[in-house]
C-alpha cells in the first residue's frame, strides 16, 4: 500500500474525534514496533523524522526502511518530518516523497516565520505536500532548563488564539502547533501544572470563527513520561530526575476532543526504550548479543504505543475507516 497523505488522516480523525499518533522513528527497532503496534491494533499511524534522525541513520537507510515497512502492513502510514529548520530541509523532504513537513520557524518574529512558512507552503502544495506551522514558543526543548525544567512556562510564550487565525491565514500552512504550556522531552512540569486547554478551546474556536473550519492542531510534547518506565529505568542503574511529571493522558484526551488530531510522541519511546536495554544489562552484564537486548527494548516501545494508540489517542480501530 502506498503512503497515505497527512491530509486524509487529518479529515477523518477530527470528523471521529481521535487523534493520530506522530511517533519519532530513529533505527529499524523503534519503525518496527511502531508499525507492528499499529498494525495490530488496526490504527493510523504518522511516522516522523527530525533532522537529528536524518543525521543519525542516513536519509537514504529511513527512507529504505519505511519501504519496508510500508510494503509489510496495509494500515495507513504518512511520514512527515519533524522541526524541519529550513527551506532547504523540507524542500528535501518534500523531493524525498515526504507527505507533510513541519517548517518550525517560531524562535523567529511573528513576520519572519509566516514568510518563511510561505515559501514552504508554496513548494510543498505544487508537490501535494501538507505543512504544519508552529505559532508560540514550546518551553522545555527550546527553552532548555533540563532536569531543573517544570514551572517555567512563561504566557508570553503560548500561542495566542486571534494572532493564530492571522497566521494560519498569512502563511497558508495546512496545520498549526500550537504552544499551551506542551514542553520537549522528560521535564515539563512541575507540582500540578497542566496543559492550558482552555486556549486550546478559544484557539480553535477563533480559527472556527474566521471561517478556517474544523482546523487541524498539532500538540508536539506529548509525551507522558509514565513513572512507571522511569522508575524502571532508574532502578536498573538509571539516573533520572523523578520530581517532574509529562503531559497527563486525561489532557491529551480533551486535547484530542478539542481538535489536536496529531499529537508527537517521542521521549516516552526513548524511555521504553531505554528501560528495555537496562533491564537486559542489569539482569545478565555479560549479555553482548544486541539481538537480546534490542529485541526486548522493541518489545517494550510496541507495548507502549499499543497503550498509546488504543487508551489515550484513541485511534485503534480506525486504519480503515
Ligand atoms: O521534538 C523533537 C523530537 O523529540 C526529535 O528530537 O531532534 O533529538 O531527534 P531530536
Ligand atoms: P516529546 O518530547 O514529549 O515526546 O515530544 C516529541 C515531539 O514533540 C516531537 O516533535
Ligand atoms: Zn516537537
Known amino acids: 500500500m502506498p503512503l497515505t497523505t497527512t491530509r486524509e488522516l487529518f479529515a477523518k480523525a477530527l470528523k471521529g474525534k481521535y487523534a493520530i499518533g506522530a511517533f519519532n522513528v530513529n533505527n529499524m527497532e523503534l519503525l518496527q514496533a511502531i508499525v507492528e503496534a499499529c498494525e495490530e491494533e488496526k490504527a493510523p499511524v504518522i511516522l516522523q523524522i527530525s533532522k537529528g534522525a536524518r543525521q543519525y541513520a542516513n536519509p537514504v537507510y529511513l527512507k529504505k526502511l519505511i519501504e519496508a515497512a510500508v510494503s509489510l502492513t496495509n494500515i495507513p502510514i504518512a511520514v512527515h518530518l519533524d ?56 518551553v522545555g526543548a527550546q527553552f532548555d532548563e533540563g532536569e531543573a525544567g517544570g514551572g517555567h512556562s512563561k504566557s508570553g510564550h503560548y500561542t495566542d488564539p486571534e494572532e493564530a487565525v492571522k497566521f494560519v491565514k498569512l502563511s497558508g500552512v495546512d496545520s498549526l502547533a500550537v504552544a499551551i504550556g506542551n514542553s520537549h522531552g522528560a521535564y ?27 482546523y487541524p492542531l498539532v500538540l508536539h510534547g506529548a509525551s507522558s513520561v509514565p513513572r512507571d518506565i522511569v522508575e524502571e529505568i532508574n532502578k536498573f542503574g538509571g539516573k533520572l530526575g523523578t ?79
Open 83 to 138: 522541526h524541519g529548520d529550513s527551506f532547504e530541509l523540507c524542500k528535501d523532504a518534500i523531493d524525498e516523497g515526504f507527505t507533510s513537513v513541519m517548517i518550525d520557524a517560531s524562535y523567529e518574529p511573528f513576520d519572519k516565520n509566516v514568510e518563511i512558512c510561505r515559501r514552504v507552503v508554496e513548494y510543498a502544495h505544487k508537490h501535494n505536500c501538507v505543512v504544519e506551522g508552529e505559532l508560540g514558543h514550546l
Open 188 to 214: 515539563k512540569f512541575k507540582g500540578a501544572q497542566r496543559l492550558d486547554l482552555e486556549r486550546l478551546k478559544a484557539i480553535k474556536q477563533a480559527l472556527m470563527d474566521a471561517g478556517l473550519g474544523d
Open 243 to 321: 520530581d517532574t511529571s509529562g503531559v497527563p493522558e486525561a489532557d491529551i484526551e480533551i486535547a484530542r476532543r478539542l481538535g489536536c488530531c496529531k499529537v508527537n510522541i517521542d521521549t516516552d519511546l526513548r524511555l521504553a526504550f531505554t528501560a528495555g536495554i537496562r533491564k537486559v544489562f542489569a539482569e545478565n552484564p555479560k549479555e553482548f548479543d544486541p539481538r537480546k537486548y534490542l529485541g526486548p527494548a522493541r518489545a517494550k516501545v510496541k507495548e507502549l504505543v499499543r497503550h498509546k494508540v488504543r487508551n489515550v489517542l484513541c485511534c485503534a480501530g480506525h486504519a480503515f475507516d
